[in-house]
């Protein structure tokens, strides 16, 4: 089945920790995206990615970093430098830039 | 810049009622605009869109139309069933270089009650 997978489902960070979500999809999409959503708000664009190797900040990016070294796969690493992690974190593909955006299952961050 | 305010809920129904989710934005060019729902514990899924204005969406039993004049893109459905009990986001994506950028709305909480 062609999809979007994100894991883990549930993930728990310790302060001053680096922890990193995964993303991976299966429909030969060019561009990625992150997205956090906070309880009663929309979503909000952490960072996207256009093509292989290229990526670009969104309106929260401070506190975050991200690579993309493979098409399918868009890893976000939330750094300690994020005061306020606990949200949930969703990825999304699109054929390109242009064109619908199609949402993974989430990953639901928490702070121990 | 662009936004999306859509009715505050939660919205309470009972099966069979007729539903009405209200959207407006606010943008410049010609954006798609677009209803995401979310299941409790999911992700988004892509309910349905409209490219250019008088299009309109449909998908499930569920429709809109993007209205120009007024800058709208109302949620409807006939008649809800139980299931689709979830959070109704409306989105547009902006137009011309920045037509990547979805905009959502805070979302409506619709319960669906039997």
């Known amino acids: 089945d062609g999809g979007i997978t994100q894991s883990p489902k549930y993930l728990f960070r310790k302060e001053g920790q680096n922890v990193t979500l995964s993303c991976e999809q299966n429909?030969?999409?060019?561009?990625m995206y992150w997205y956090r959503q906070d309880p009663g708000q929309g979503l909000r664009l952490i960072y996207y990615?256009?093509?292989?190797?290229?990526?670009q900040k969104g309106d929260i990016a401070e506190g975050y970093s991200v690579s993309r070294e493979k098409k399918e796969s868009f890893p976000l690493t939330v750094t300690s430098a994020q005061k306020n992690p606990t949200a949930f974190y969703l990825c999304?593909?699109?054929?390109?830039?242009?064109?619908?955006?199609?949402f993974g299952p989430g990953t639901r961050l928490l702070v121990l | 810049g662009n936004s999306v305010t859509q009715m505050e809920g939660p919205v309470t129904l009972s099966e069979e009622a007729f539903l009405t989710i209200n959207c407006t934005y606010t943008?410049?060019?010609?954006?798609?605009l677009f209803w995401y729902v979310q299941y409790p514990g999911e992700g988004l899924q892509l309910l349905l869109k409209?490219?250019?204005?008088?299009d309109k969406g449909s998908n499930k039993g569920f429709e809109a139309t993007y209205r120009k004049e007024t800058t709208s893109f109302h949620l409807e459905k006939g008649s809800v069933q139980v299931s689709d009990s979830a959070v109704y986001f409306c989105?547009?994506?902006?137009?011309?270089?920045?037509?990547?950028?979805?905009?959502f709305g805070k979302g409506t909480l619709l319960t669906v009650n039997p």
């Open positions: 999304a593909s699109s054929s390109d830039i242009q064109e619908t955006q199609y």
């Open positions: 429909l030969n999409h060019d561009a």
């Open positions: 990615s256009q093509i292989v190797n290229d990526f």
């Open positions: 943008a410049t060019g010609y954006p798609s």
């Open positions: 409209a490219t250019k204005a008088d």
């Open positions: 989105a547009l994506s902006g137009s011309g270089g920045s037509n990547y950028k979805l905009t």
